[in-house]
């Protein structure tokens, strides 16, 4: 059974940092991702790792967050700096396999994922 469980959120002050987790388990996965999402609006994606480590970032947090995982753990990773109240959303993580190219895999922008966690609940407020 596939499991993806988010943890990690909370409530801080413009400027501050967070670093949200996500472990995964039971399926065989070349690409995680992180995404948010507002209410009434869509989700988007946030930034994306593939299975050799390649990275791929939203242009509106580059410089600011950092992806990463822990293969020995299970464990995907989002730190998150200099958070701004725009950054406040529901984050998910996601699972997927990829679309293959050659012998890497993309994991960013359009490439489908599977499954999903239940999200963790980031707020950015004075």
């Known amino acids: 059974q596939v499991q993806l469980v988010e943890s990690g959120g909370d409530s801080v002050q413009p400027g501050g940092s967070l670093r949200l987790s996500c472990t995964a388990s039971g399926y065989n996965y070349n690409c995680l991702g992180w995404f948010r999402q507002d209410p009434g609006k869509e989700r988007v994606g946030v930034a994306t790792i593939a299975s050799d480590g390649r990275t791929v970032y939203a242009d509106f947090v580059k410089g600011r967050f950092t992806i990463s995982k822990d293969n020995s753990k299970n464990t995907l990773y989002l730190q998150m700096d200099s958070l701004e109240p725009e950054d406040t959303a529901l984050y998910y993580c996601?699972?997927?396999?990829?679309?293959?190219?050659?012998?890497?895999?993309?994991?960013?922008?359009?490439?489908?994922?599977?499954?999903w966690g239940q999200g963790t609940q980031v707020t950015v407020s004075s």
């Open positions: 996601a699972a997927g396999l990829g679309v293959p190219a050659g012998s890497k895999h993309l994991c960013g922008k359009g490439v489908k994922y599977d499954y």
